[in-house]
């Protein structure tokens, strides 16, 4: 069996996994100065939670138009130039007196950018490791975002309160510029994974083959709709308790890491443990609509966030029903839908939120979670199909 200490001795993975977890940690520096700042001049939930995770609606233009740039760009030159668009973007955010017309395109900008980053990032990881070992490099990364996640809250709080937004904002651009050089002078130069250049036409075409499949349609779907609704519970941990938000985060990054380290370490790679996982996600969050003390809300949010450990074992399923040669676009789909969802379930819960109390605007959320589970568990029983070879598969169009 592979161990964490076998991937880090593999040639390209500590670049790889350093530039990301910088990444990682110039998003949530970021994304809680961002939505501390817009809170603090508005008092709107919904514009809080939008400063968060807006970004993701770009996700849903980035996967009609750009995502086939996964498999035809050269991956050190994408995650680099990725890196400094985020830098470039949020340096933007900190200007004083940006209007708020303004701050949207940037934040759009930089979610259209992010679209093409999962299945670079993720298809070059297939490349760098074994694909016995692929799952076990995912959840080393995912227990990175987690760590990042509770040091980037941790430090951002402090930051904020100590300085100021916009120069949390700053720090987050060193950040980012640290990403970019990592990925530069740290990664090796290797070809695109397919030939030709990046189109609309090639985005719509693979788009439509893996979408095609009931079966991918179900795993997407299970991707997407129950994690993006937590997700947007968690945008109103700010409005929630404006004092502890960062421990509410950090408690749900802390579950994160434990999540991923469950399934990545100690679960076996079946499937049947999906659903359970996705429900676990869910359900803690339900007791929101109750009168919570502190701690016992810091430990709903870790507890509920376990169940992130879930979306492993769905791209595992995803790996599984997909031809190696778009991997990275079925990948870029994943995450940009993801994403997407991410900011609807952001949007839902904020506006919810300003007719509910916010609690139970969560409650609200984390049921619609347990539902959707519900829905797609027969769907995610079914045995795995191994995928068929398409003309798609290798074409220059």
């Known amino acids: 069996m592979s161990t964490y200490r076998d ?48 970004a ?43 209007p708020g017309w303004g701050t949207a395109l940037v934040i759009l900008g930089i979610g259209l950018v992010n679209s093409v980053a999962g299945g670079v990032r993720w298809s070059l990881l297939g490349e760098i490791v074994s694909a016995e070992r692929y799952l076990l490099g995912r959840s080393v990364f995912n227990m ?17 309160a100590v300085l100021s937004a916009r120069w949390t904002l700053l720090i987050a651009v060193t950040l980012y510029l640290l990403a970019a050089a990592v990925a530069r002078f740290g990664l090796s130069e290797r070809p695109p994974r397919s030939p030709g250049r990046p189109s609309v036409r090639r985005t ?60 990545g370490r100690i679960l076996p790679v079946r499937h049947r443990f999906i659903t359970p996982l996705q429900a676990l996600l869910a359900a803690p969050f339900v007791l929101f609509a109750l009168p919570l003390p502190l701690g016992v809300a810091v430990a709903a949010a870790a507890l509920g966030a376990v169940g992130y450990g879930g979306s492993l074992l769905l791209q595992d399923r995803l790996l599984a029903q997909t031809d190696t040669a778009i991997r990275g676009q079925a990948l870029a789909l994943h995450s940009a839908g993801m994403l997407t969802m991410q ?9 919810v939120a300003q007719f509910l109390p916010v609690g139970t605007a969560m409650a609200v959320m984390a049921v619609g979670s347990l539902v959707v589970t519900a829905l797609l568990a027969p769907a995610l029983r079914r045995p795995v199909v191994a995928p068929r070879m398409s003309n798609l598969v290798g074409s220059g169009q």
């Open 204 to 263: 719509w075409r693979v788009n439509g083959m893996l979408w095609s499949s009931p079966a991918r349609r179900a795993t997407y779907a299970a991707m997407w709709l129950p994690n993006g609704l937590i997700v947007g519970a968690e945008a109103l941990f700010v409005p929630y308790s404006p004092d502890a938000a960062g421990a509410l985060f950090m408690a749900a990054a802390l579950g994160m890491l434990v999540g991923d380290t469950l399934v």
């Open 144 to 160: 990175a975002v987690g760590v990042m996640q509770i040091a980037g809250f941790a430090v951002g709080g402090v930051l904020v």
């Open 56 to 98: 993701s609606f770009a996700q849903m233009i980035g996967a009609m138009t750009v995502l086939s740039a996964a498999d035809r760009l050269p991956p050190r030159a994408a995650l680099t130039g990725i890196a400094l668009l985020f830098a470039v973007g949020t340096a933007m955010l900190a200007v004083p007196g940006l």
């Open 7 to 54: 991937l880090f001795r593999t040639p390209q993975f500590l670049p790889l996994f350093v530039s990301s977890s910088l990444g990682v940690a110039g998003t949530t520096v970021s994304g809680l100065a961002l939505s501390t700042l817009v809170y603090a001049a508005t008092g709107s939930p919904l514009l809080a939670a939008l400063s968060m995770f807006g």
């Open 343 to 351: 900011a609807v379930g952001a949007t839902v819960a904020g506006a």
